[in-house]
């Protein structure tokens, strides 16, 4: 079944610094592709959500990417805040049922003034 | 805003002893799900729900059993709680459709002694 690695498990920048976390995955017919934030102490949101066939995608701050070639999903806080600092976790599956999404390990991110 | 409460939100067992854990939403969503959050795994599912009086298992129902009495309400039930049960646990709700976004609740901490 459908592996996901998550990569760093923890993570600290400085405030402006771009951070970069990135999962890997084991299926190639992986098409679901999803990234929450889990802020401290509170519930996971979704930050984004993307299909396998955009490989670019732009939300508030941040670039979610998918290498399909490389079986490699990441997301890059091109200018971090300490407002970004949260857990952030990936999940990923190649059917559209939520019972088959596989989440990755988690990636505490903490932003440094 | 979709809502997701979880209760409690500590609780201290002790091993052999019964656990329940209760979420209630307010999105209408027909799918539930319950989660368990360990250091080193993702959000691993346990079981899941498509509405008032289904239940499924997921990928680690052994020790548990869920019940959902009606749209709003989904327990997990531990009848006999063993220390390889204390963890955080999560419970969702999501829509039908492709790729469901989910909404979490706030997490309950579970220690088994």
């Known amino acids: 079944g459908e592996q996901v690695e998550q990569r760093p498990p923890h993570l600290s920048v400085r405030e402006g610094d771009s951070a970069v976390i990135t999962c890997t995955y084991t299926?190639?017919?992986?098409?679901?592709f999803f990234w929450y934030k889990q802020e401290p102490g509170a519930s996971l949101q979704l930050l984004m959500k993307?299909?396998?066939?955009?490989e670019i995608n732009e939300g508030q701050g941040f670039t979610v990417l998918l290498n399909k070639k490389d079986k490699r999903l990441s997301l890059n806080l091109t200018a971090a805040h300490p407002g970004d600092s949260a857990a952030y976790f990936c999940?990923?599956?190649?059917?559209?049922?939520?019972?088959?999404?596989?989440f990755g390990t988690g990636t505490r991110l903490q932003v440094l003034p | 805003e979709a809502a997701v409460t979880q209760s409690p939100r500590n609780k201290v067992a002790v091993t052999g002893g019964k656990v329940t854990l209760s979420c209630n939403q307010t999105?209408?969503?027909?799918?539930m799900y319950w989660y368990r959050q360990d250091t080193g795994h993702g959000l691993r599912l346990i079981h899941y729900s498509y509405g008032a009086g289904s239940t499924e298992k997921g990928d680690i129902p052994d020790g548990y059993k869920a019940s959902r009495p009606s749209q709003e309400n989904f327990s997990l039930i531990l009848e006999l709680a063993t220390p390889s049960q204390t963890s955080v646990y999560f419970c969702?709700?999501?829509?039908?459709?492709?790729?469901?976004?989910?909404?979490f609740g706030s997490g309950t901490r579970l220690t088994v002694l």
């Open positions: 999940a990923v599956s190649a059917s559209s049922n939520t019972n088959k999404v596989v």
């Open positions: 969702a709700s999501g829509g039908t459709g492709d790729a469901e976004t989910l909404y």
């Open positions: 993307v299909f396998s066939s955009t």
């Open positions: 999105n209408n969503h027909n799918n």
């Open positions: 299926d190639p017919n992986s098409y679901y």
